[in-house]
């Protein structure tokens, strides 16, 4: 009897009938089944100091790429922010916090990145809006006196726009989303006046119980604002007004402050409810009955800094990953969602401050840059020694034209996905071959392309109400006729497939059985 390799749905645990899948772990989901997950491989031996809580990549008028990332030191517990550049002849992490400010504790938040022209933006809302030339800075600086302090931050139609704010003139403004001059990043007049109407300059609290603004999300020609009960569209209109507001859900928001991720014309995002998209103009639950409950199980709420978001710019895909419960706030738990096959899956992988492609303040790709010479270079403007030269996020290599996700390993290294793949397994819920009766098990066919793949089997009792301990006793080789040979004999089973080293992909699979004794 053929059997797919289903959609893994952890919340429907030991579903009778189910073609679905219980464990779907370090694998990606494809058209007709799954593929290995690359695990990370680091681009160079350089370290930050302490754990990134946000980063950037860059890009130069040129198109060579320089990195930015923000770090706790763990000494103080203070913000402080870091670039990978060129530093006495080699090429390093330098703190590159301005000198005349103090940061304040990042413990439960993130720092966001936005690029607009040649500056690179940080906001934190634990210090002012910082600003960085990639021209002629060589730290941060405040932007201005008048910007507002902010926890989120966004380029789009040429604004620089903040979200949760502290505004000098008006103090905590959690509700409220401000805007720069256009094109005028470092331009922030006072509200309402004369000077700000002449830049195009404002801001707008948002009505309504929607609580702190928890994401600035860019659209290809709208911007999204997630708040935590609600969900506004921001068009731009350019008169006085310069942008209309609409509330467009008024029920839900946004859980987790940034995490949202932008992907052709949605954002993915998780909300008090679940795993959802928005299409800028309503939302659709997308893990409802699937994976939400897993991930509530999962997920440890007392580090909500280290959850990151990014859309593959290989794949349509999007990875989240975040600190299981019991980790002590270490991201080793990644989420992946593919938009056009609506499938989920999840690898044990320690990623921080994921990085891949988009527009979000974490993205690290920018495929329209022209002249992209994929090339990390430092502030210096010049390239790296040889032995630290390396790609790009967003390289395509000679002959393979590939870009890749990645992020931060477990050494606070940046890293690619583009190594060894990791351990694999997929495993079914309660299947029952022989409806209403026992049956015989005498094999099972794998249909996994690669080398030493093994199959396990747990035979299961007849009531399902009792719980059950699952036996699946030793693994059964691939035998040269394509079988994996066991001979067990119950009413359910449940199959657990190890697809080993050096495998591409798995679509469906047999088991071989006859009716056995009635129950």
């Not at 779907?24 to 089944?33: D, F, I, R, S």
């Not at 949760?164 to 720069?180: E, H, Q």
């Not at 990085?355 to 303040?361: K, V």
Request: include cysteine; proline fraction near 5%; aromatic fraction near 12%.
């Amino acid at each position: 009897m053929r059997q797919e390799y289903g959609e893994w749905t952890p919340d429907l645990y030991g579903l009778i009938g189910s073609k679905n899948l219980t464990e779907a772990k370090n694998v990606l989901p494809k058209v007709g089944g799954y593929e290995p997950w690359p695990g990370l491989s680091n681009l160079n031996s350089e370290v930050l100091p302490f754990a990134p809580k946000g980063a950037i990549r860059a890009v130069r008028g040129n198109g060579t790429n320089v990195f930015f990332a923000a770090v706790q030191d763990t000494g103080t517990n203070l913000m402080e922010l870091y670039q990978f550049r060129d530093s006495g002849g080699s090429n390093t992490w330098v703190d590159v916090s301005a000198t005349s400010e103090t940061y304040g504790s990042i413990r439960t938040r993130r720092c966001e990145f936005a690029q607009l022209g040649t500056s690179v933006f940080a906001a934190s809302y634990v210090g002012d809006t910082q600003g960085f030339d990639l021209d002629v800075s060589t730290e941060f600086a405040r932007v201005s006196t008048t910007c507002p302090r902010a926890a989120h931050c966004v380029v789009a139609n040429g604004f620089l726009i903040l979200g949760d704010l502290f505004t000098s003139d008006a103090g905590a403004v959690r509700n409220g989303v401000a805007w720069s001059g256009l094109n005028a990043p470092y331009t922030w007049p006072v509200p309402g006046t004369d000077a700000a109407t002449a830049v195009l300059s404002g801001r707008n609290p948002l009505e309504g119980n929607g609580g702190p603004v928890q994401a600035l999300v860019a659209g290809s020609e709208v911007v999204a604002v997630f708040q935590e009960n609600a969900i506004w569209r921001m068009d731009f209109i350019g008169n006085d007004a310069v942008w209309a507001f609409n509330e467009v859900v008024a029920d839900h928001g946004l859980l987790i402050k940034g995490a949202a991720v932008p992907f052709q014309r949605g954002v993915f995002y998780i909300s008090d409810d679940g795993f959802r998209v928005f299409d800028y103009t309503s939302s659709t639950p997308v893990g409802k009955g699937r994976v939400d409950e897993w991930f509530r199980e999962q997920y440890d709420p007392d580090y909500p800094d280290s959850v990151s978001m990014a859309r593959d710019p290989k794949k349509t895909q999007i990875r989240m990953s975040f600190a299981a419960k019991g980790n002590s706030g270490v991201p080793n738990r990644v989420i992946v969602y593919d938009w056009v096959l609506n499938r989920f899956t999840y690898g044990e992988e320690t990623v921080y401050s994921m990085l891949g492609a988009g527009t979000s303040p974490n993205s690290l790709d920018s495929p329209d840059v022209a002249g992209d010479q994929n090339t990390l270079e430092g502030n210096t403007g010049g390239g790296f020694d040889t032995d630290y030269d390396v790609l790009s996020f967003d390289d395509r290599q000679s002959g393979t034209f590939e870009r890749t996700i990645g992020g931060f390993d477990s050494a606070f290294r940046l890293a690619t996905s583009t190594g060894t793949s990791l351990t694999a397994l997929m495993e079914t819920g309660f299947i029952e071959p022989t409806p209403g009766r026992r049956s015989i098990l005498s094999g099972v066919r794998s249909h996994i392309r690669g080398q030493n793949v093994t199959v396990q089997v747990a035979p299961v009792g007849e009531d399902l109400e009792l719980p059950h301990a699952l036996d699946f006793g030793l693994p059964a080789e691939r035998q040269k006729d394509g079988m994996h040979y066991r001979e067990l004999d119950a009413r359910y089973f449940v199959f657990r497939f190890n697809p080993g080293a050096a495998w591409s992909e798995a679509g469906f699979w047999d088991m071989e059985f006859r009716p056995g004794g009635k129950v």
